[in-house]
């Protein structure tokens, strides 16, 4: 527990900043949508102007687009694309951390299991985690109901948003892995950043082309916003290799990470 709260509070200062972060952006985007709804027929032309396959990767579905529902799907590629930056910078600097700043010596010879505290430290990950989503559905819920022109489900609005939780979930595990068997790391946010916009530009890539199979490259494309605008839920396989890679990862994490050397210095 003492690990828990001591990681819990290193990260306050970052969770306080990404929540509010996530917040402001879906809050400038959705106070656009009324001029874009009243102007419709004419925004309908400029985006008619760019490349399908341009359209595709940005997340824009012209079909739906001037919607509240699909103009929020616009500002959430972004604000996953963040999300994923904040979940992999938490995930790598889980252990690297230790090792970085010369503790990691100290904190194993602590009457603690090496399984008790990499639990405690991906316990507080994952609680930053949450309350960052919290703040940012609040913030969003709130915005969405202030700027709607019409009806909308939010059970919907809840399913689009909590792809932002999904996306984390599986950056935070890839992170753990890499914060395990890389021996030191000494640029969390070098690695986060090559990670995360490396699997971004192979969402990109794969929605471009237009291969089903390509989007199991990227986890940016397990949840596509115009398959539940109209199924009204997940895809089932892709959910599945989302879990099955999180599992993975956590798994491979705490076998490895209870075996190896891990030296102060």
């Not at 009324?34 to 490349?51: H, M, N, Q």
């Not at 396959?53 to 001037?66: D, K, P, V």
């Not at 099955?244 to 990470?257: D, E, F, G, H, N």
């Amino acid at each position: 527990m003492n690990i828990f709260l001591h990681e819990l509070r290193a990260y306050r200062k970052s969770t306080m900043i990404w929540s509010i972060s996530l917040a402001a952006i879906v809050v400038f985007y959705m106070s656009l949508y009324p001029s874009f709804a009243r102007d419709a027929a004419e925004f309908t032309k400029i985006l008619e102007g760019y490349p399908e396959a341009i359209r595709n990767a940005l997340g824009i579905n012209l079909g739906g687009f001037f919607t509240i529902l699909g103009f929020y799907c616009f500002p959430l590629a972004f604000i996953t694309l963040c999300g994923a930056i904040q979940a992999m910078n938490l995930g790598t600097f889980i252990v690297s951390k230790e090792v970085r700043e010369k503790t990691a010596d100290f904190l194993l010879t602590k009457p603690v299991t090496r399984t008790q505290v990499l639990t405690a430290k991906l316990l507080a990950a994952l609680t930053s985690l949450v309350i960052t989503n919290i703040v940012y559905i609040a913030a969003a819920s709130i915005m969405m109901f202030q700027v709607k022109t019409e009806d909308f489900s939010f059970k919907l609005f809840i399913l689009l948003s909590l792809t932002l939780l999904f996306i984390q979930l599986i950056f935070l595990a890839l992170g753990i892995i890499i914060s395990v068997i890389v021996p030191k790391i000494k640029s969390v946010l070098t690695v986060s950043l090559a990670t995360v916009f490396g699997f971004y530009f192979l969402g990109m890539l794969s929605g471009t082309s237009g291969e089903e199979a390509k989007r199991y490259l990227s986890p940016f494309k397990y949840f596509e916003t115009a398959y539940i605008l109209k199924n009204k839920g997940f895809e089932a396989s892709f959910l599945v290799t989302g879990a099955i890679i999180i599992i993975l990862a956590i798994a491979a994490s705490y076998l490895v990470y209870a075996k190896k050397d891990i030296h102060a210095v």
